[in-house]
């Protein structure tokens, strides 16, 4: 008799020992871009996710919110994209029940905000997921890590095509239906030209593309009105300072970017473009990736 209540002490003590184990969360970190039907795109969102892995000490899941899951995967090394409600499911699957997204967005999105509310009503995906700040974040105004990201791109240019001073500089982005957006891409100028100061002779905003209407007019003046066409960007040697993170349809070689470029140098045979690196691959911008994704990781209950 005793020995049969020690014995169903200690099953009972086994019992409340691991209950506690089975009340923590299991958490997921994910990197989530937009997307594209450009190979390079997704493996530069994988080396990205790499980085960060690094910098965070824990496994960061590269995913976007659509188009990349069209790439065929022996252009990825065999490994097919994923996209975000997909991903999210799988990882129910395995047993995760809080996820981080970490956005590679520069500034708020639409698209990600939209995803992220279907995710929420989808029985299928984890039930805690916390959505980090984008890039550059309305919240932080004197964190310019990404202004300075772009400005140290902009001086390295400078130095290895050997141009003089002062610079002539048009930074540019895809151009967009939110003003919220836009906003952003106005931040990133007024930061770049404090920090180059006398070292340029300007700095620019420009859109790649726009919708029509004079309700997105705050997009204006678009790349093709500005570079070749209105001093002193007319002439001469001009840096474009890419303000987008990785190659795809638009940026990178033969993106739409470098198109407009090529145009506007056979229209102006005196106008040298220099393009700026795409800002993914820059350390700063892994270091807000890293601060954004400690944050979202944080709100989530029970991490582990």
Same mark, same amino acid.
């Given at each position: 008799?005793?020995?049969?209540?020690?014995?169903?002490?200690?099953?009972?003590?086994?019992?409340?020992?691991? =209950?506690?184990?089975?009340?923590?969360?299991?958490?997921?970190?994910?990197?989530?871009?937009?997307?594209?039907?450009?190979?390079?795109?997704?493996?530069?969102?994988? /080396?990205?996710?790499?980085?960060?892995?690094?910098? *965070?000490?824990? !496994?960061?899941?590269?995913?976007?919110?659509?188009?990349?899951?069209?790439?065929?995967?022996?252009?990825?090394?065999?490994?097919?994209?994923?996209?975000?409600?997909?991903? *999210?499911?799988?990882?129910?699957?395995?047993?995760?029940?809080?996820?981080?997204?970490?956005? %590679?967005?520069? #500034?708020?999105?639409?698209? %990600?905000?939209?995803? *992220?509310?279907?995710?929420?009503?989808?029985?299928?995906?984890?039930?805690?997921?916390?959505?980090?700040?984008?890039? &550059?974040? @309305?919240?932080?105004?004197?964190?310019?890590?990404?202004?300075?990201?772009?400005?140290?791109?902009? $001086?390295?240019?400078?130095?290895?095509?050997? $141009?003089?001073?002062?610079?002539?500089?048009?930074?540019? !982005?895809?151009?967009?239906?939110?003003?919220?957006?836009?906003?952003?891409?106005?931040?990133?100028?007024?930061?770049?030209?404090?920090?180059?100061?006398?070292?340029?002779?300007? &700095?620019?905003? =420009?859109?790649?593309?726009?919708?029509?209407?004079?309700?997105?007019?705050?997009?204006?003046?678009?790349? @093709?009105? $500005?570079?070749?066409?209105?001093?002193?960007?007319?002439?001469? !040697?001009?840096?474009?300072?890419? =303000?987008? %993170?990785?190659? #795809?349809?638009?940026?990178?070689?033969?993106?739409?970017?470098?198109?407009?470029?090529?145009?506007?140098?056979?229209?102006?045979?005196?106008?040298?473009?220099?393009?700026?690196?795409?800002?993914?691959?820059?350390?700063?911008?892994?270091?807000?990736?890293?601060?954004?994704?400690? =944050?979202? /990781?944080?709100?989530?209950?029970?991490?582990?």
């Amino acid at each position: 008799m005793t020995g049969t209540i020690a014995m169903h002490a200690v099953a009972v003590l086994a019992l409340s020992s691991a =209950a506690p184990a089975s009340s923590v969360q299991r958490m997921a970190t994910l990197l989530v871009d937009n997307g594209s039907r450009r190979a390079a795109s997704t493996l530069a969102l994988r /080396q990205t996710a790499r980085s960060l892995s690094l910098l *965070l000490g824990t !496994d960061v899941e590269p995913v976007s919110l659509r188009w990349s899951d069209g790439v065929p995967a022996e252009k990825l090394g065999g490994d097919p994209a994923r996209t975000l409600g997909p991903a *999210l499911r799988a990882l129910a699957a395995r047993g995760i029940d809080s996820v981080a997204i970490v956005p %590679l967005f520069l #500034g708020p999105s639409d698209g %990600l905000r939209t995803a *992220l509310e279907a995710a929420r009503q989808d029985p299928g995906a984890p039930p805690h997921l916390a959505l980090g700040s984008c890039l &550059v974040d @309305e919240a932080t105004p004197d964190d310019v890590r990404v202004g300075r990201a772009i400005a140290a791109g902009i $001086l390295r240019t400078a130095r290895v095509q050997k $141009l003089a001073r002062p610079y002539r500089v048009v930074l540019v !982005d895809h151009g967009t239906t939110s003003p919220l957006v836009n906003a952003v891409r106005g931040r990133l100028t007024r930061t770049v030209r404090s920090l180059l100061g006398s070292r340029a002779l300007a &700095v620019e905003e =420009a859109s790649m593309e726009r919708r029509d209407g004079s309700e997105y007019d705050f997009n204006d003046p678009l790349l @093709e009105r $500005l570079v070749g066409v209105r001093p002193p960007f007319d002439t001469g !040697d001009v840096i474009v300072a890419m =303000a987008f %993170l990785q190659p #795809g349809r638009h940026a990178g070689e033969g993106g739409d970017v470098a198109q407009i470029l090529d145009e506007a140098r056979q229209g102006c045979p005196g106008l040298r473009t220099h393009v700026t690196p795409l800002l993914g691959a820059n350390s700063l911008i892994h270091q807000v990736l890293r601060d954004r994704a400690a =944050a979202a /990781q944080l709100e989530l209950p029970n991490r582990a």
